[in-house]
C-alpha cells in the first residue's frame, strides 16, 4: 500500500520533467526535421533513442527551450547540449553518466534538470549558478556529499536525492528558503539535522529506509510539512513536536521500533493517513489511536 501512496505522490513531479507540451509548440524527434525551422524549434525529444553521443548538429538549435534524453546510453554531458543557453528543462534520466561538468553551470535559464538514474557520484560546484532552478532531480546515483553551494540554488522547489550514498547535507541546505519537497529515502542518515527545522515551506519529506533513532523536538517549526514518510528506520519514540504539526495529512512509520505514539497525536486534525505496520504497538495503544484519529484511515 505504501509504495501505490508514494508514486501517486510523486507522479506529478515526474510527468513535467520527462514529457515535452505539444500545446505549447512543436514537438520535433530529429535535429534534421527541428533545423527547417530552427528559429521556432523549441522542444526536442530524444527518449529511447539508444544514443550514445549527443545528436549531430544540436548545438545548432540555440531556440530550444526542452530537450529531453532520457533512456539512452549518454556516458558525458557533452558540449552540444551545454551550448544550448536558452534551456529551461534538460531531462538526462537514465543514461551512464558518471559526472555533471562545470560548464552545466552555463545553462543559466534551467529550471528543472533531471540527471536520475545515472552514475553520478559527487556534484559541481557550478550547479550555485543556475539561479532559476526550481526542480533537481538526482534520484538512483551513487552521490555522497552535496557541495556547499548547493545552497545557493535558491530558487529551489523540488531536491529529490533518494536512492544515493548520502550520510549527511551540508549546512548551507538550510539556505534554500522555497523547498517544498525534499526527498532523502534509501540514503545513510542515522540522524535528523536540526538545520532542515529551518526550511519553513517543506511540505513533503521522505527520508524513508534510512538508519534514523530520533527526531528533534523542532520537527515543530515544519508548520507546511503535509506529508511526513519515515518507515523503515530505526525510531523507538516521537518527540512532541510532531504533534504540533497542524497540516500533516499523510505520515508513514511502517517497521521501526515504536511503541506508543506521542500523547497528543489526536491534535493532528488533517492527518488522512497512518501507516504504522511493522511496530511493536500493544492492543491498548491501536485502541487508542483509533479513538482519537477518528477521521484517520490507520493502516496496522
Same mark, same amino acid.
Given at each position: ?13 515526474? /510527468? ?14 530529429? /535535429?534534421?526535421?527541428? +533545423? ?16 550514445f ?18 533512456g ?21 534520466? +537514465?543514461?551512464?553518466i #558518471? ?11 534551467? *529550471? ?10 559527487l ?35 523540488? %531536491?529529490?536525492l ?10 548551507? *541546505?538550510?539556505?534554500l ?6 526527498? +532523502? ?13 529551518? %526550511? #519553513? ?13 530520533g527526531?528533534? =523536538? ?11 514518510? *519515515? ?10 513536536? *510532531?504533534?504540533? %504539526?497542524a497540516?500533516? =495529512? ?10 506508543? +505514539?506521542? =500523547? ?7 492527518? #488522512? ?18 479513538? /482519537?484519529?477518528?477521521?484517520c484511515?490507520?493502516?496496522?
Amino acid at each position: 500500500m505504501f509504495k501505490y501512496t508514494a508514486i501517486a505522490l510523486l507522479a506529478s513531479i515526474f /510527468v513535467y520533467a520527462q514529457n515535452p507540451s505539444p500545446i505549447k509548440a512543436m514537438v520535433y524527434q530529429s /535535429v534534421p526535421e527541428a +533545423l527547417t525551422n530552427k528559429d521556432n524549434a523549441t522542444q526536442l525529444n530524444f527518449r529511447d533513442k539508444g544514443l550514445f553521443h549527443a545528436p549531430q548538429d544540436l548545438e545548432k538549435l540555440q531556440e530550444l527551450t526542452f530537450l529531453n534524453l532520457m533512456g539512452n546510453n549518454l556516458e558525458t554531458v557533452e558540449p552540444a547540449i551545454l551550448s544550448l543557453k536558452k534551456l529551461e528543462v534538460l531531462n538526462l534520466k +537514465l543514461n551512464n553518466i #558518471k559526472y555533471l561538468p562545470e560548464d552545466i553551470g552555463n545553462l543559466k535559464k534551467l *529550471i528543472r534538470l533531471d540527471a536520475s538514474d545515472n552514475g553520478l557520484t559527487l556534484l559541481p560546484k557550478t550547479l550555485s549558478k543556475l539561479k532559476q532552478l526550481q526542480f533537481l532531480h538526482l534520484s538512483y546515483n551513487s552521490i555522497t556529499a552535496l557541495p556547499a553551494e548547493i545552497g545557493n540554488c535558491k530558487t529551489l522547489e523540488v %531536491l529529490q536525492l533518494d536512492s544515493n550514498q548520502l550520510s549527511f547535507l551540508p549546512k548551507e *541546505i538550510s539556505n534554500l528558503s522555497n523547498l517544498k519537497q525534499l526527498h +532523502l529515502g534509501h540514503n545513510q542518515f542515522n540522524e535528523f539535522d536540526g538545520m532542515w527545522t529551518q %526550511l #519553513k515551506n517543506l511540505e513533503e519529506l521522505n527520508l524513508e529506509f534510512n538508519y534514523l533513532r530520533g527526531f528533534p =523536538e523542532e520537527i515543530s517549526a515544519l508548520t507546511k510539512l503535509k506529508s511526513l514518510i *519515515i518507515n523503515n528506520n530505526e525510531l523507538a519514540q516521537l518527540p512532541n513536536g *510532531i504533534t504540533k %504539526l497542524a497540516q500533516l =495529512e499523510l505520515l508513514s512509520l511502517s517497521n521501526n521500533k515504536l511503541t506508543t +505514539l506521542p =500523547e497528543n497525536i489526536g491534535q493532528l486534525a488533517n492527518l #488522512k493517513t497512518l501507516m504504522i505496520n511493522g511496530n511493536p504497538l500493544t492492543p491498548a495503544e491501536k485502541q487508542r489511536l483509533k479513538k /482519537v484519529l477518528p477521521d484517520c484511515k490507520i493502516y496496522f
